[in-house]
């Protein structure tokens, strides 16, 4: 079995980025999106990810961009994935040539297999929870069950996740992925770093459980 991937979104400050490197995240998420609490423009997501090393992932989240908006993020910070969160389409999302992963604001089970087929392109479907007017970052988690149990692309999972809650999250749906922003908070945009370190060990300590009892 591959061991679960982290994702720690919403970092906006250098040092957030290396408590998150320093802790075993696999990837860092970047908020594109002016009115999220977590937003960063192209001078502070620089700083932010500059003493990233490079097999940590950094991702750029937007909602519903320009096609130039992407292009000057992409021309100015280092960007390995992109996350789209809007009703961007598959045609879309794949003119930067980077991966990209589509994040699914998940109300019912078939709206899980249907983007999958939606977005051929996309490396991976962020799956998170549905509220009315929020695209992400909710906070909130979603009805687990509603995951099919082989979907057709990888998913990542997100939406209100915790260092409490995430053991029964990854048993539950075998992600490729989790990724948590407001559960590893002191406050919006600023990262507790023993949240994250908590977090983490906790994603370690189910994927080491699931190896003993499936060896
Ligand atoms: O973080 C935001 O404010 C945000 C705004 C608009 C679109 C996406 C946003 N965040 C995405 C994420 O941080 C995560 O991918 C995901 O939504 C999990 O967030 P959380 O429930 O806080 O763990």
């Known amino acids: 079995m591959l061991r679960t991937r982290i994702k720690i979104c919403g970092i906006t400050r250098p040092e957030d980025a290396l408590a998150a490197v320093e802790s075993g995240a696999d990837a860092l998420g970047l908020v594109f999106y002016p009115p999220s609490p977590r ?9 932010a990810v500059e003493g990233v090393p490079a ?41 930067f040539k980077r991966p990209y992963i589509k994040a699914l604001r998940v109300r019912q089970a078939s709206d899980v297999v249907a983007s999958c087929l939606r977005f051929p392109g996309a490396l991976a479907i962020l799956l998170d929870s549905y509220k009315p007017g929020v695209p992400g970052g909710t906070g909130e988690t979603f009805d687990w069950s509603l995951v099919p149990e ?3 692309k990888p998913i990542v999972l997100a939406g209100g996740l915790e260092p409490s809650n995430v053991a029964s999250a990854i048993k539950q749906i ?27 060990n906790e994603v370690y300590r189910v994927d080491q459980l699931y190896r003993e009892n499936h060896s």
């Open 39 to 47: 937003a960063v423009d192209v001078a502070q997501a620089k700083a």
């Open 55 to 95: 097999f940590v992932s950094v991702t750029a989240l937007f909602v519903n961009p320009t096609v130039e908006e992407v292009q000057s993020v992409l021309d100015n910070v280092r960007i390995d994935l992109i996350q789209f969160h809007g009703d961007e389409d598959d045609d879309f999302c794949r003119q």
């Open 150 to 152: 082989t979907p057709p």
């Open 174 to 200: 075998r992600p490729f992925a989790v990724d948590i922003s407001g559960g590893v908070e002191a406050s919006k945009g600023i990262k507790d770093h023993s949240k994250i370190t908590d977090f983490v």
